[in-house]
């Protein structure tokens, strides 16, 4: 799973996801990608379990880009536990993503096969997603 080799500081605050997405909001690298229609976290097992989704649909071919990574942690507190005495242990790592953002793309594949693959992905997610194609690459 995607997680960061070493982090400046363990914990960090909840943050707000206001705005839109303006870096990261264009298809790059292949002809198809998976976009985020609102703000939210996506933990590093969505992540995952979208990729596998993708690469299980197109059978390896073709070529798959994350364009997100959870560099976020996210603490909880040990069930049962009373209040104060810190803050919980960083239970996942997440990305923030916000509305415009591209989180998967995929191309070297026909159209048909890679629009199944994202729909697949979309199901893992906990952001609603649409699939877009790359700028002069037709649907």
């Known amino acids: 799973m995607l ?3 070493r982090v ?4 960090q605050m909840r943050g707000r996801m206001r ?17 985020a229609l609102e703000p939210g976290w996506v933990s590093a ?3 995952e379990a979208a990729r596998r989704a993708i690469v ?4 390896r071919r073709g070529r798959v880009w994350i364009r997100v990574f959870p560099d976020k942690p996210i603490t909880k507190r040990a069930a049962e536990s009373r209040m104060g005495k810190g803050k919980g242990d960083v239970e996942f790592w997440a990305a923030v993503i916000k ?7 995929v191309g ?8 199944e693959a994202l729909t697949r992905a979309m199901y893992k997610l ?12 037709g649907g």
């Open 3 to 5: 997680m960061p080799k």
């Open 8 to 11: 400046k500081y363990r914990k």
């Open 19 to 35: 705005g839109k997405a303006y870096r990261g909001s264009d298809v790059h690298f292949g002809e198809w990608g998976l976009k």
């Open 45 to 47: 097992r969505q992540l």
């Open 56 to 59: 299980r649909a197109t059978n």
């Open 99 to 105: 509305p415009g953002r591209i989180m998967f793309e």
């Open 108 to 115: 070297g594949m026909p159209d048909d096969i890679a629009k």
């Open 126 to 137: 906990s952001v609603k997603t649409k699939i877009v194609a790359a700028q002069g690459h």
